[in-house]
């Protein structure tokens, strides 16, 4: 088997891409779990797992992506609040007198933004599956 020397350097490159996104998304949620903890045993371990099983984890939630249509929106609004806790902490390390956030609070106010999300979007894509069927429907009674 004679390969030429550019199919496996273009194979090397190929992969040196792929963890290099990797490593660059496991190292964008840092911010994201210090929003929710400061123990760095568990950020390293969240950060470890992120490197592990994040391209594995993409492709599920790309197939579910076709029914979680609001997961954008829900998102959004975890990413915010993460941003505002962020710097709501910072002041208070600062001296400044402002309100903390704790992290029993943030732990649930994510999972409502994400059940509250996918509960929208499950109804949202059988709504309309079920709009997109009685069109179907109707186009068949019409036909014969």
């Known amino acids: 088997m004679n390969v030429p020397l550019t199919a496996w350097l273009l194979t090397i490159v190929a992969l040196c891409v792929l963890v290099a996104i990797d490593v660059l998304f496991a190292l964008d949620s840092i911010p994201a779990i210090y929003g929710v903890t400061q123990d760095p ?12 099983g ?7 939630i790309g197939g579910l992506l076709k029914k979680l249509v609001h997961l ?5 609004i975890i990413l915010g609040f993460i941003g ?3 710097v ?3 002041l208070h390390e600062s001296g ?13 106010f994510i999972v409502l933004v994400r059940a ?15 709009t997109s069927g009685e069109t179907a429907d109707e186009r068949t009674s019409q036909q014969v």
């Not at 045993?41 to 592990?52: D, E, G, P, R, S």
């Not at 994040?54 to 599920?60: G, I």
């Not at 509250?116 to 079920?130: C, D, G, P």
């Open 54 to 60: 994040l391209r594995q984890l993409y492709f599920l």
């Open 72 to 76: 954008s929106y829900g998102l959004s």
């Open 88 to 90: 709501l902490h910072a």
């Open 116 to 130: 509250v999300t996918t509960a929208t979007s499950l109804w949202a894509s059988k709504k309309q599956r079920e």
């Open 96 to 108: 400044v007198h402002v309100p903390e956030i704790s992290i029993p609070f943030s732990l649930g």
């Open 84 to 86: 505002v806790k962020l």
């Open 41 to 52: 045993y568990i950020v390293f371990t969240v950060n470890a797992f992120a490197l592990m």
